[in-house]
Every structure is written in structure tokens, then in C-alpha cells.
């Protein structure tokens, strides 16, 4: 006899069911993680192997790229054509890019199978998050927080350690190869257990839509990726991109208020919630994705600490984040209350953002630690919140452009954190090593502000105590900055409307003008155990 999955409408326990098609989507939310942190281990061997050191940047940019400009068709399309066949799709996609990056001969056979990965991952954070959305109510989705944040934990922990355990062992091949028996384990676990309601759209997909957003996501990208590396700011090929870009987003808009089936309808916009979590979102990505660039070459180049070690540097942060991710789910499940977290997830990264930034050459690990700690606490009372929150704010049937659009939006923000954090970290670096060590300090720095720790070691002495108090001023500019970003998501913060949470717990008064979306019941669609 089936069992059929309710627990979201009746209150009752989860069948064994879901958890374990919630187990396949917390492997492929992995996969979508843990790929770029395992890459980056075997870059080295890579380029030893097939050269092309002048494209190195391409391998990482080429999977960003498709993954961001991919991720808003990948939510459409599940809401035109439903979940399941759209999810298995992307994650099919992904593993033949996988596979086909393992088999690469060239660096430019990589790049291209890198895209082809990439454009599968786009479909998989979205996959996950927006089939969580249809089995588990709003009211319930906090006791499943813990699960996703720790998932995110262990990839930027594992990851740098799988990679070079796998490199070490295995070769590089296999940082792609690794991919494929784990996703084969989602694939078939989706398609024995996971039934969702067949859909089938007379719409017509927004081509021109796709196109024109695709073509502005890029043009961010590519600003953010080569400004001030590759080109100049001020240069021409930057100007060229961010007009590029600016055309084909404003038009990218104007389309969406007349196609019949938008990528990205415009109406999710007036829910004021759904606006300020995209935003909060933004800022999370900035952030996370800054920080987590800064704190190992902070700790690597001014602590000494190994770099074979770099994920667990970071594990103050991450077990904070993982240990308020879980707490925030509980008590938002028990209480259905959840505006408290975002405004104590604003002040708590603001405040650890300026601790960082007060870090210089004596600070301990210790010291470090603790205020890495504090961001962490912030960014787990924001990391699912602002998705849990978004997915409430709108209609079952805008529930995959809900998920893409605040998926998007994180990306996005952590493509300008590493950008402009990192031009002004290096900026910073370079002007206190021409301070301090003069001609030398210059030499050193003129091809990049980030020196790995073998060319650390060959500086003379007094470069070497320059480039120390250099990185210590450079990350106190880019944590200073990410503090001054932090307010901003507290400000937002304060203005979320605490609408109740659909789904089981304690009936509470809806708000007049809440709208159908945000005080509907709802109700969970039928996972069958086979």
C-alpha cells in the first residue's frame, strides 16, 4: 500500500518517504557545493598536466557563469513543466559535464565541459530548494534548516580536504568522476520515491526573456570576475560590458511586463517580504563568499596556518552558522515567529565584520576564532531564513521563480563581494607594501596581492613582515566594507512583515491584506513509497 506523505497537512510524523527523498536532495544540494571547493584543490595538477595557465581563471569562470545565467530558467521551467522531470534533468546535465570534464584533454575541452557542468548546476540549488518548497510547509521547513546548513558546512570544510585526498591518491580526473556515483544515487532514489503532480504548460516558454537576462547576468559576471584583474576598471572592455549589461537588464524588465509566461514575473515584487529577502539574501552572498576568500589568506599569510588545512580555519564560522541555522528552524517550527532572526542576523554579521576588521599581525587564532564566530551566528539566523521566508511570500505556482529568483540574487551578491572586497584588498595591499618595503614590496606584489605560501617563503625578511602588516591592512578594508554592507541587511530586516507561516502549528489571525499567497493553507502533494 503507498504511504502517502501529509505530515505537512495533518500535523502527523513524516513518512519514511520523505525523509528518504530529502536525504537525495541534501546529495544533490552537495554536489552543487562541494564541486568548485574541490576543483580549486586540483587546479595545480590540472594546469601541470594540460597547461594553459593564461585560461586558469576560465575553469571556475565558465562553471559561474552557466550556473548563474542558467539558474532562473531552471525555476521556470519547473513551474511550467513540474519539479521532478525538471530537476532530474539538470542533475542528468551536470553529471554528463562531470564526466565529460574528467575525459578533458586540453584546457580548452575543460573550460567548454565546465560550462556544460555548470548549466546543470544551476538547476539543482533551485531543484532542491523549490521540491522543498511542495513537500514541506513553511511552518514545518525550519526543522529541515539544520540539515541544509550542514550540508553547506561540511562542502567548504570536505571539500578542500577531498580534493586533495583524491588528487593525492586518485588524480585529478577523479575530483569529476567522484560526482557521478552520488548523483546516480539521487537520480534513482527522485524517481522510486518522489511522485509530485504531473504538469503540463500551454505556455510557451519566454525565449527572448532567457536571452536577454542571460545576456545581463553575464555581463555582471564577466564585470566582476575581470574588473580590476584582467582590465582595468575604468577600461574600455569593462565600460563596454556594463553598458551591455545595463541595456539587456532594463530590457530584460520591460520584456517581463509583456510576455505572456515571464521568466521572472515582476508581480513576486510587490510582496514587500519577497523583495527585502532578495536583498537580505544579496548581502548574505556578498558577505559569506568575501569572507570566506579573506579568512584563509588572513590566517595562511599572517598566522602561518597550513593551507592543506584551509576548510577547517573555517570552522568557527561554519559551526556557528550550522549550530543558529538549526536552533532558528526549531523555534520558527515551534512558534511559527521568525522576524526576530533576520534582525539579530544583521546586527550579529555587522558586529563580527568589524571585529574582523579590527585583526592585525598580533591577533591570535583564538581571538580570530571567536570573531568569526560571530559572523557565523549571523549568517545562521540568515542563511535559510531569508529562502524559507521568500517561498512564503508567494503563490504554490510561483514557487520555482521564488526559489530561482532568491538563489539568483545570492550568487549575484557573492560575485560582487569577492570582486569589490578583493579590489580593495589588493589595492590596499599593494600601497602598504610600497610603504613599507619599498621597489621590493612592489616587485612583489605587481602580478597579484595573493601570494601562495611557497612564494611566501622565498621573500626576504623584511618583504615578509611587509606582506604580513600589508594583508593585515588589506583585510581590515575588506571587513570594514562587508560591515558597512551588513547594515543594509539590518535595516531590511527591520522592515519584514511577520506574516504567519502556512502550514500545521497554532492557527494565528491573518493580517488584512496579507493576500491568498501569504495566509493560504497548504496543501503537500503525494510522495508514494514504492
Known amino acids: 500500500m503507498a504511504e502517502t506523505a501529509t505530515a505537512g497537512a495533518t500535523g502527523e510524523k513524516q513518512p519514511k518517504s520523505v525523509r528518504v527523498v530529502l536525504l537525495a536532495l541534501m546529495i544533490a544540494m552537495m554536489l552543487a557545493m562541494l564541486d568548485n571547493m574541490i576543483i580549486g584543490t586540483a587546479m595545480p ?7 594553459g595557465l593564461e585560461h586558469l581563471a576560465w575553469v571556475v569562470t565558465a562553471y559561474t557563469l552557466a550556473t548563474a545565467a542558467a539558474t532562473p530558467l531552471w525555476g521556470k521551467l519547473g513551474d511550467l513543466y513540474g519539479r521532478k522531470g525538471t530537476f532530474m534533468t539538470s542533475i ?3 553529471l554528463i559535464g562531470s564526466a565529460l570534464s574528467g575525459m578533458a584533454q586540453d584546457m580548452g575541452q575543460l573550460i567548454a565541459f565546465r560550462a556544460v557542468q555548470g548549466l546543470g548546476a544551476g538547476g539543482l540549488m533551485v531543484g532542491v530548494m523549490a521540491i522543498i518548497g511542495d513537500l514541506i510547509p513553511p511552518r514545518e521547513r525550519g526543522k529541515y534548516q539544520g540539515m541544509m546548513a550542514g550540508v553547506m558546512a561540511l562542502a567548504m570544510i570536505g571539500g578542500p580536504l577531498v580534493g586533495g585526498t583524491i588528487t593525492d591518491n586518485w588524480g585529478w580526473r577523479w575530483s569529476f568522476y567522484i560526482n557521478l556515483p552520488l548523483g546516480v544515487i539521487a537520480l534513482v532514489a527522485i524517481s522510486l520515491v518522489l511522485h509530485l503532480p504531473k504538469k503540463r504548460a500551454q505556455a510557451r516558454i519566454d525565449y527572448l526573456g532567457a536571452a536577454l537576462l542571460t545576456i545581463g547576468i553575464t555581463a555582471i559576471v564577466l564585470v566582476t570576475t575581470w574588473g580590476g584583474t584582467e582590465y582595468a576598471w575604468t577600461s574600455a572592455r569593462i565600460m563596454e560590458l556594463i553598458g551591455i549589461g545595463v541595456a539587456a537588464l532594463v530590457g530584460f524588465v520591460f520584456w517581463q511586463t509583456k510576455a505572456a509566461e515571464p521568466i521572472m514575473p515582476l508581480h513576486i515584487f510587490r510582496s514587500r517580504n519577497f523583495t527585502l529577502m532578495s536583498l537580505i539574501g544579496f548581502i548574505v552572498g556578498f558577505v559569506m563568499f568575501g569572507a570566506t576568500l579573506f579568512l584563509p589568506l588572513y590566517q595562511q599569510s599572517v598566522q602561518g596556518a597550513s593551507a592543506t588545512n584551509s576548510g577547517l580555519l573555517l570552522l568557527p564560522m561554519l559551526g556557528a552558522m550550522l ?7 526549531r523555534v520558527t517550527t515551534n512558534t511559527g515567529r521568525y522576524k526576530i532572526f533576520p534582525i539579530a542576523g544583521g ?16 591577533t591570535s587564532r583564538f581571538t580570530s576564532g571567536v570573531y568569526m564566530a560571530v559572523v557565523g551566528l549571523g549568517m545562521g539566523c540568515l542563511m535559510q531564513i531569508t529562502m524559507l521566508v521568500a517561498q512564503n511570500s508567494v503563490e504554490m505556482k510561483d514557487m520555482g521563480v521564488a526559489s530561482s529568483s532568491t538563489t539568483l540574487f545570492r550568487t549575484l551578491g557573492s560575485s560582487f563581494g569577492v570582486a569589490i572586497m578583493g579590489a580593495l584588498f589588493n589595492h590596499r595591499v599593494q600601497d602598504v607594501m610600497a610603504e613599507r618595503a619599498g621597489d621590493l614590496g612592489s616587485k612583489v606584489t605587481e602580478q597579484s596581492a595573493q601570494l601562495d605560501a611557497a612564494s611566501l617563503a622565498k621573500l626576504p625578511e623584511l618583504a615578509r613582515e611587509a606582506y604580513q602588516h600589508a594583508v593585515s591592512a588589506g583585510t581590515h578594508g575588506a571587513f570594514l566594507l562587508g560591515a558597512g554592507v551588513a547594515v543594509l541587511a539590518l535595516i531590511a530586516a527591520v522592515f519584514v512583515k511577520e506574516v504567519p507561516l ?20 497548504l496543501k503537500t502533494p503525494a510522495v508514494e513509497a514504492v
Open 347 to 362: 546586527a550579529l554579521m555587522t558586529v563580527g565584520l568589524f571585529l574582523l576588521s579590527l585583526m592585525d599581525t598580533d
Open 323 to 329: 549550530v543558529t541555522s538549526m536552533v532558528a528552524g
Open 45 to 51: 595538477t590540472i594546469v601541470g598536466e594540460l597547461g
Open 92 to 94: 542528468v546535465l551536470f
Open 502 to 521: 502556512k502550514g500545521t502549528g497554532p492557527k494565528t489571525d491573518q493580517e488584512p491584506g496579507d493576500g491568498p499567497a501569504e495566509g493560504a493553507a
